[in-house]
């Protein structure tokens, strides 16, 4: 089956460092995304990895391990605009139409306070 | 800069009610797609469209259809609207591999 699996709720302090983490479980793999989504939002892309490692992008990083089927969001310095939901999502390689599917998780409301 | 805008923030409509939602990019993206997002279940694929005419079913396609005639627009019809529709409905656009998205639509269906 497929599944992806993140927190539901976390919060942090302001200035802080939080990890949001998210695992899955895909039929196949190419590729995963964060994405932010303020309340009553749109969705926007935060980062893509498809290889293993970290990929650092200012207060914003993300981490993959493709053989423990296993990512993570980092969030530096903490402001109270990041207060939101962040989707991870996996781009399944099984093609349909030429494009591979993504699958989101639920995704993680993160609450920053003062 | 890439936009994607959807027809209504907010509508409201009556069980068994004919529903167009209306999608349209402006970056000439051939993939499109809708979703829709429910609390604790997060983005789950309607349909998709890789090309005009083409389409694709997603993983809840039961209760709706789409068009697509042109490729800068994506339908989604509901033909008889029921209770358990009532979500946010999200349409996306890519190239390649990065989704953008419309600010969405929530419907409630009484």
């Known amino acids: 089956g497929q599944n992806i699996d993140q927190p539901t709720e976390m919060t942090a302090t302001e200035g802080a460092i939080v990890q949001i983490n998210c695992t899955y479980q895909t039929s196949g793999f190419n590729g995963l995304f964060w994405y932010q989504q303020h309340a009553g939002e749109a969705p926007t892309f935060l980062s893509y990895n498809v290889l293993d490692g970290l990929e650092e992008k200012g207060r914003f990083s993300s981490f993959l391990s493709r053989s423990k089927g296993y990512s993570y969001l980092l969030l530096k310095e903490l402001q109270m605009k990041d207060s939101a939901s962040y989707l991870c999502?996996?781009?399944?390689?099984?093609?349909?139409?030429?494009?591979?599917?993504?699958?989101f998780g639920a995704g993680t409301r993160l609450a920053v306070h003062p | 800069d890439v936009k994607v805008t959807q027809s209504s923030r907010y509508l409201v409509k009556r069980t068994g009610e004919k529903v167009f939602l209306e999608c349209v990019q402006d970056m000439d993206h051939e993939n499109m797609f809708w979703y829709r997002q429910d609390p604790g279940l997060g983005l789950r694929l309607i349909y998709f469209?890789?090309?005009?005419?083409?389409?694709e079913k997603g993983d809840i396609p039961e209760g709706y259809s789409v068009s697509r005639e042109k490729k800068e627009r994506f339908s989604l019809i509901l033909e008889s609207a029921s209770t358990n529709q009532t979500s946010m409905y999200l349409c996306?656009?890519?190239?390649?591999?990065?989704?953008?998205f419309g600010p969405g639509t929530r419907l409630t269906v009484t």
């Open positions: 469209s890789y090309d005009v005419k083409m389409k």
């Open positions: 999502a996996v781009r399944d390689s099984t093609k349909a139409g030429g494009y591979n599917k993504l699958i």
């Open positions: 996306a656009s890519t190239l390649s591999y990065e989704q953008y």
